[in-house]
């Protein structure tokens, strides 16, 4: 039990990374983004790619699962940085669905590494220091530290000036065009902070896993993103974080059942549709999710004011 906990907290983790990017990207900004999947992706293989096939060190692999997922952004955006959310849906989803192909169909090194066979015996960083018990809780640490980092920043990012104009964007384009604001602008950067977190999310993904292929990157992974933005609340990345503990909780915990082989493939299917029936129990009775966006006041305290 103790090491499945380590196991599961682990993974909360990772996915929380995923879960503040999409926070970032259409809680506070207003993208629609269906293929946050495709940043976690990209973020993985070229950690694995940079440690694996280029001899760094797994610190500038994780550097560079960042970068990728950050430039995986700016490419997404760029051609759609004026579209209406619509378009955004359609072609963010295209973007990751081409990333897939492109994995899938190229051998990274060898006719054997890459492509469909995935890409194996990732090393994972420090693993030579600790005993196996041990290190689960090492790796834990190293996750709790990133997701703490990046809760700071985009927190940090809601505050500044430009994070009210990323909530001026996503309330409406023309409020924030009206004032001058390069809106266009806004949205690449958003997309790339948020690409940049869910690459290093991808990239302790691959380093944890020790496996990757293009099966694990598939359209279901984004769907329980927006799930657990949607459950924990859109546009609180604290909701965000606490939504994915519970998606997390229930996807992992069929393991405790006692099942047969034969109905193994019955009861993941009833695990997602658990997962559709509790999202739209929150769209019905909590729209604005478990843990609600506040709404910062400005000018002080009434009392203040008057």
């Known amino acids: 039990m103790i090491a499945f906990l380590v196991y599961l907290f682990t993974i909360i983790g990772i996915y929380g990374l995923m879960s503040l990017s999409l926070s970032l990207q259409y809680g506070t900004t207003g993208l629609v983004n269906l293929g946050e999947v495709g940043f976690f992706m990209v973020g993985a293989y070229v950690s694995a790619i940079m440690v694996m096939l280029g001899g760094l060190p797994i610190g500038v692999g994780l550097l560079g699962a960042i970068a990728a ?9 760029l051609p759609i940085g004026d579209l209406r ?25 060898s006719p054997y590494v890459g492509a469909s066979y995935g890409v194996a015996g990732i090393p994972a960083p420090w693993q030579q220091h600790f005993s196996t018990a041990a290190y689960g809780y090492v790796y834990l640490g190293l996750v709790a530290v990133c997701v703490a980092c990046a809760y700071a920043l985009v927190r940090w990012v809601g505050r500044t000036p430009y994070g009210r104009l990323l909530k001026a964007i996503r309330e409406s384009d023309e409020v924030a065009l009206a004032l001058g604001k390069d809106v266009r602008r806004a949205r690449i950067w958003a997309m790339a902070l948020g690409g940049g977190i869910a690459g290093l999310a991808g990239g302790l993904f691959a380093h944890f896993n020790g496996f990757i292929g293009p099966d694990y990157f598939m359209p279901l992974e984004t769907f329980l993103v927006w799930a657990m933005v949607i459950l924990g609340g859109s546009g609180n990345h604290l909701g965000a974080l606490v939504g994915t503990a519970v998606i997390e909780a229930i996807y992992n915990s069929t393991r405790f059942l006692d099942i047969s082989q034969a109905h193994a493939s019955l009861v993941a299917s009833l695990r997602m549709v658990l997962i559709g029936v509790l ?6 009775y909590l729209p604005r999710g478990l843990v609600p966006e506040g709404r910062r006041r400005y000018g002080g305290s009434r009392a203040a004011q008057r």
């Open 85 to 109: 959310q619509d378009y955004w849906a359609i072609v963010t989803l295209a973007a990751a669905e081409i990333a897939r192909l492109i994995f899938l169909n190229t051998n990274l090194g």
């Open 69 to 77: 997922g950050a430039v995986f952004g700016v490419l997404m955006a």
């Open 279 to 284: 999202i739209i129990l929150v769209i019905l």
